[in-house]
Each structure stands twice: as structure tokens, then as C-alpha cells.
């Protein structure tokens, strides 16, 4: 079968994603929105995380740490739709990756 060699495509390393303190920050950006996208009513309360008075008896206090902390990030809102468009401003303007 003398058919056509298929050529290796060299990788390209300007793709890959580098550990800088911008993608930090972007990498924490996503996770926070993540956390802000759950619905406390829809979601959480199926698991008992909606309000800390509801995780039981005798919780856990992994299972209070994070109640808490889906309960913090709601304050962070304004912040984070005002770090989600500087985000996108700057990878518009000199390019994502």
C-alpha cells in the first residue's frame, strides 16, 4: 500500500496554557462564578446546603465550611461581573490564550 506519508504536525507551544499569576487569576475567576451560578433553591437545598440553619443536627464541619462559603461568595457578585468584563476587555485586546 503506497499511499501518501502523513506528515507530523509539530505542536504548537504558544497554545498551552502557562502558570502565570493572569491565568491564576483567571482559573479563581471561573471557579468563583461556578460557586455564584448555583441556585440556593434549586440546587442546594436538595443537599441541605442552602442555609447554614439547615445542615442538621450534628454537622460536619467540612459540610459548615461550606455552607459558609457558598454563602460569602453571593456578596462577591458586583466585584466578580465587574472582574468578568476587565477579563474580557483584556483577552480581546491582546488575544486569549
Not at 505542536?11 to 496554557?17: D, V
Not at 483567571?26 to 447554614?52: C, E, M, P, Q
Request: aromatic share 8%; proline share 4%.
Amino acid at each position: 500500500l503506497g499511499g501518501r506519508r502523513r506528515k507530523h504536525a509539530t505542536p504548537c507551544t504558544s497554545l498551552t496554557m502557562g502558570f502565570s499569576l493572569w491565568n491564576l487569576f483567571k482559573a479563581g475567576l471561573l471557579f468563583t462564578n461556578s460557586i455564584l451560578v448555583l441556585h440556593r433553591k434549586r440546587f442546594l437545598a436538595r443537599y441541605g446546603l442552602d442555609d447554614v440553619s439547615n445542615v442538621g443536627i450534628d454537622p460536619s464541619p467540612l459540610k459548615t465550611q461550606a455552607v459558609g462559603l457558598l454563602q460569602a461568595v453571593q456578596y462577591l457578585k458586583l466585584p466578580v461581573i465587574a472582574a468578568n468584563m476587565i477579563v474580557i476587555v483584556f483577552e480581546i485586546l491582546l488575544g486569549g490564550g
